[in-house]
């Protein structure tokens, strides 16, 4: 399927004969792969006469293009899977030497924070998995799902994206809206601990394909009027990942990143609802500690919370 959506990327058109020779199959399976296409969300313009077209350009993802700016990560591009947390957990059960990039075109099963399926289109975001093994144990990572928030917004910012927020404890936003979401699992041992850090990336989406999703979102598109490149933001984002996985390894962790995430904190002294299952409470977030807790008030009394327990919504 990649190598049929490689040849319509160009927008032009291409006759079912020509996209056949090109591929060495029949017109008639090249018709059953262009359905299939179109199954999976991909619009197609067919004119007789002149063939079949993609209405934009599109920009797959390339490992050799990818290879040329990420020294030293190996980062494996597939067309389709489940989930390239899933894959990049397979990578670390096998046995496969950290760290290790999986990015995908189609994400059937992505998770999202507690058990959300994130949503994607075809070749148009960035949905990847980079794994990172920890030789110091698990006491390291402390507050890393916020420094990757932050190491995400300086990626956007590099591709003219302005107005970068970071609401805790992993979504990434622009004026209210949501643009990324991180989604870290760990695979834990007594003595290393491997981290697996999910990004999902708004590049280039459409109302089609947001139409289930619950919350305001936007896309790098809509924020710059640049010409962006998916195989550059995603070498950015390793990139910044690498760096960040470094700090921490070294004992620097948050530390490094705890100004540079205040300064972008979209909830703190806002009025908030904090839900845990199906209970919430009101009261007023104050920033986060130097562990990446966030501080909620309520009544005059603080509390730190982590993570893992609660959503928080402005109010």
Not at 53 to 73: H, M, N
Not at 93 to 99: E, H, I, L, T
Request: charged share 25%; net charge negative; glycine share 10%.
């Amino acid at each position: 399927m990649r190598d049929l959506l490689l040849l319509l990327a160009d927008s032009q058109f291409h006759s079912g004969e020509e996209l056949g020779e090109a591929l060495g199959v029949t017109r008639a399976a090249i018709w059953k792969k262009l359905k299939k296409l179109e199954l999976l969300g991909i619009r197609l313009h067919s004119v007789k006469g002149r063939g079949y077209r993609l209405p934009y350009k599109i920009e797959l993802l390339d490992a050799k293009i990818l290879a040329q700016s990420v020294a030293g990560i190996p980062i494996s591009v597939c067309f389709e899977t489940k989930s390239t947390n899933d894959d990049v957990k397979q990578l670390i059960n096998s046995g496969a030497v950290m760290p290790q990039v999986v990015a995908t075109e189609i994400q059937n099963q992505g998770k999202g924070r507690r058990g959300r399926q994130w949503q994607g289109g075809v070749a148009k975001n960035i949905m990847m998995s980079f794994g990172w093994r920890f030789e110091s144990g698990i006491s390291v990572i402390e507050g890393l799902s916020l420094a990757v928030g932050a190491a995400v917004a300086r990626v956007l910012k590099k591709h003219g994206v302005e107005s970068v927020g970071l609401k805790w404890p992993n979504d990434v936003q622009v004026d209210g809206k949501k643009i990324c979401g991180v989604l870290l699992e760990m695979v834990a041992d007594q003595d290393i601990c491997d981290v697996i850090i999910g990004v999902g990336l708004n590049v280039s989406m459409s109302e089609q394909d947001m139409q289930d999703i619950d919350q305001p979102w936007t896309d790098v598109m809509q924020q710059t009027s640049e010409d962006v490149s998916r195989n550059q933001i995603l070498a950015d984002l390793v990139n910044e990942l690498e760096q960040v996985c470094k700090t921490f390894d070294k004992g620097d962790g948050l530390a490094a990143y705890l100004t540079e995430w205040m300064q972008q904190d979209l909830l703190k002294n806002q009025a908030v609802r904090l839900i845990s299952g199906n209970t919430e409470e009101l009261g007023i977030a104050r920033g986060i500690d130097a562990k990446g807790a966030l501080l909620f008030e309520q009544d005059g009394q603080v509390k730190a919370l982590y993570g893992g327990e609660v959503s928080v919504r402005k109010q």
